[in-house]
């Protein structure tokens, strides 16, 4: 406690006890105290007498107040009261039981790029409230921004410098605003500012979370500010690799010199992030129960694996008695291994048919391994930051050790043989047996040590690098036709449901889709017969809107590579490119809402056809227009496949006497785009 606290008690006797200091900055100090008449925990940030006595800062301290009472947002920390007593002037803010993400980030290190993308959007949120009543926060950092203890919700604090949008940046003596190494550019030009000044500074504390270190550092102020008027910081990915690439693009953008390049708001950030960075979803008890059922058969299945290759081999070396032909000796192996092996799939099929007779398709379980997987690439994430490599260091060490014993302790068996054989002593027998008995303890705790190394460096490597290959392969079967397949031999015998499923949210031409099934099973045979294009029609957009939305992602993808500068092409070159890419993706956008619209056609003429509204002739006419729609699509794809591949290597461009199209690689791609 100091004189400061002391004075301050005495001046808020009655209305608060203070409890003790929590923070200190340039523009006060905040106490943590409970409010006597309400009994509940608040945090009191004063101006000390000494500095109340400076007019301006006096002014800015009360326009932080006058601010912040005016907003009421769940990611803005709320403002009670705001009192001058005893020469303090003294705000009364609600007390967030948490830390600042700057505390956070030093204690624990960077983000996971999932938690990163939660704050950054909870943030832009509490901004474009702002921004909405004519504030710039002025002072976006990492210590501005709280975390909730348990919730880890983000909360926007300190308008300390906050004031109507589009006014200077500078104080009345001329000094910068701000801290450092978040203050924009503009504002460090003493430019005006306006919403995208916050944006820089979000984008700064955005790559501060997702590495672990801030864009521009310097041993002065004067330094680090030069380097935000000038430099441009290292991409996310060289820094931190595994941030997603889309994710990675959104926050540098932020990060651009010019206003006018970064997001046009708040809002459109939060939406980028959204898009950037996709949330694992809830998935519905049942499937959840398929997924770990699933995982846990799978030591089962590799065993029944390993118990049919040795039965195979032994029935072949039986019934060959070891002297067959390689193909015979495997014709033979296969006969116990391939029942063997497909015995250890009957659980699974089972398994299945539950699900299936739950009412969820097979569109489901891979929606729902999709989801999984979100969630596993984050704990692997997280894992790998985690794991130690000095406990990696340590075990290969182990493993090298125990392998070396292993051949000494074969050298010394062998050696053991040797003297037994040469009997040239009459205790010979008793050397070789004490040497046996060694070689017999250095093989044993030899392979001790390589079994531990190998299972502890296998199993971290399985959960590491081999987990999510694995779990995309999975899905991969499921969306292939095989999967299909497996879904509809497991839904033989079983009886269709009306009742709906708690499944995975569904994309939208995934819902239309069923939508259309019911619709078209309820009809008469005879309009089933006439309309027996329908289903196979309804299948092909689905599809088609499902690649159209795959080559969205890729193209995002690319484009967030060529925003980052990632590639050898020239500035202008790679701007071109980038427009050009910009505008496949959206004509990919344009042809995606072209199909599910020829699905929501396609139903609602079965509707109208199911009220007497429309006939038959109507849903064909439908059908049609669909399959054109197709045809357009499947070459809108190709072409695409093209762009794709120019931008993986521009320099195949065909130059002038190949073909029709220009020999640069910017105009290669709007030929192939258009």
Same mark, same amino acid.
């Given at each position: ?183 924009? +550019?503009? /504002?460090?030009? @003493?430019?005006? *500012?306006?919403?995208?000044?916050? %944006?820089?500074? $979000?984008?700064?504390?955005?790559? =501060? ?116 032909? +390689?193909? /015979?000796?495997? @014709?033979?192996? *296969?006969?116990?291994?391939?029942? %063997?092996?497909? $015995?250890?799939?009957?659980?699974? =099929? ?325």
């Amino acid at each position: 406690m100091d004189a400061e606290f002391i004075a301050l008690q005495s001046a808020l006797a009655g209305e608060y006890s203070l409890d003790r200091e929590i923070g200190r900055g340039g523009m006060g100090i905040v106490y943590l105290a409970r409010e006597v008449r309400l009994a509940r925990p608040v945090a009191i940030k004063v101006l000390p007498p000494a500095l109340a006595e400076r007019h301006e800062l006096r002014e800015a301290f009360l326009r932080e107040a006058q601010t912040a009472a005016a907003l009421t947002h769940p990611n803005i920390v709320p403002v009670y009261a705001v009192g001058e007593r005893g020469g303090f002037v003294y705000i009364v803010m609600a007390f967030v039981e948490g830390t600042t993400l700057g505390e956070r980030i030093r204690q624990r290190g960077p983000l996971l790029p999932g938690q990163a993308a939660r704050v950054l959007r909870e943030v832009a949120w509490a901004l474009a409230y702002a921004h909405g009543a004519r504030l710039v926060h002025r002072d976006v950092s990492a210590e501005n921004i709280l975390l909730e203890h348990g919730s880890e919700r983000a909360l926007v604090t300190d308008f300390g410098i906050a004031s109507a949008a589009q006014t200077n940046a500078l104080s009345a003596d001329g000094r910068v605003m701000g801290n450092a190494h978040y203050v924009s +550019p503009e /504002q460090a030009s @003493g430019e005006p *500012v306006d919403a995208r000044s916050d %944006l820089y500074s $979000l984008g700064v504390a955005g790559y =501060y979370a997702l590495t672990g270190r801030l864009p521009f550092d310097g041993e002065t102020s004067g330094d680090v500010v030069r380097q935000h008027l000038t430099a441009t910081a290292s991409s996310i990915t060289s820094v931190a690799p595994s941030v997603p690439p889309r994710l990675a693009a959104a926050v540098e953008r932020c990060l651009h010199k010019e206003p006018i390049r970064r997001y046009r708001n708040a809002e459109s950030f939060a939406e980028a992030i959204d898009l950037a960075f996709e949330h694992a979803k809830e998935i519905p008890a049942p499937l959840r129960v398929w997924l770990s059922q699933g995982q846990k058969e799978l030591p089962a299945r590799l065993a029944f694996v390993g118990i049919g290759a040795m039965t195979g081999v032994a029935f072949a070396s039986n019934i060959t008695n070891g002297f067959g032909t +390689p193909l /015979q000796l495997a @014709g033979w192996f *296969v006969v116990p291994f391939f029942p %063997l092996l497909g $015995l250890s799939f009957v659980p699974s =099929y089972f398994r299945l048919r539950r699900i299936l007779a739950e009412g969820y398709r097979v569109d489901d379980l891979h929606a729902a391994m999709r989801e999984h997987q979100l969630a596993l690439a984050e704990e692997i994430e997280y894992e790998r930051r985690q794991s130690s490599p000095r406990f990696r260091r340590v075990m290969r060490i182990l493993l090298g050790a125990g392998l070396g014993g292993l051949g000494i302790g074969a050298y010394i068996w062998d050696h053991a043989t040797d003297a037994f054989h040469l009997g040239l002593k009459e205790n010979a027998l008793g050397v070789y047996w004490e040497i046996q008995e060694l070689a017999v303890r250095t093989l044993f705790f030899s392979a001790s040590a390589v079994t531990i190394a190998a299972v502890a460096l296998g199993g971290e490597y399985v959960r590491l690098h081999l987990a999510h290959r694995i779990a995309s392969r999975a899905i991969g079967f499921w969306k292939s036709k095989w999967g299909a397949r497996v879904g509809k031999l497991a839904s033989l015998g079983l009886r269709k449901t009306d009742r709906p499923a708690i499944g995975m949210p569904l994309l939208t031409e995934i819902a239309l889709g069923r939508a259309t099934d019911h619709l078209y099973e309820a009809l008469p045979k005879e309009a089933r017969r006439e309309l027996a294009a329908l289903p196979e029609t309804v299948r092909r957009l689905e599809a088609d809107a499902g690649r159209l939305r795959d080559s969205i992602v890729r193209l995002d993808d690319q484009l967030a590579v060529f925003e980052r500068g990632g590639e050898t092409l020239a500035g202008d070159e790679r701007a071109g490119v980038a427009e050009e890419l910009r505008g496949t993706r959206a004509t990919a956008a344009q042809r995606l809402a072209t199909t599910v619209a020829a699905l929501e056609s396609i139903r609602l003429d079965l509707l109208r056809l199911q009220m007497g509204a429309a006939g038959i002739e109507s849903v064909t006419a439908s059908l049609d227009a669909a399959r054109s729609i197709g045809d357009l699509i499947a070459d809108s794809l190709e072409a695409q496949a093209a762009v794709e591949a120019l931008l993986r290597n521009p320099s195949a461009a065909p130059v002038d006497g190949e073909d029709d199209q220009s020999d640069t690689p910017v105009e290669g791609v709007a030929a192939a785009g258009g």
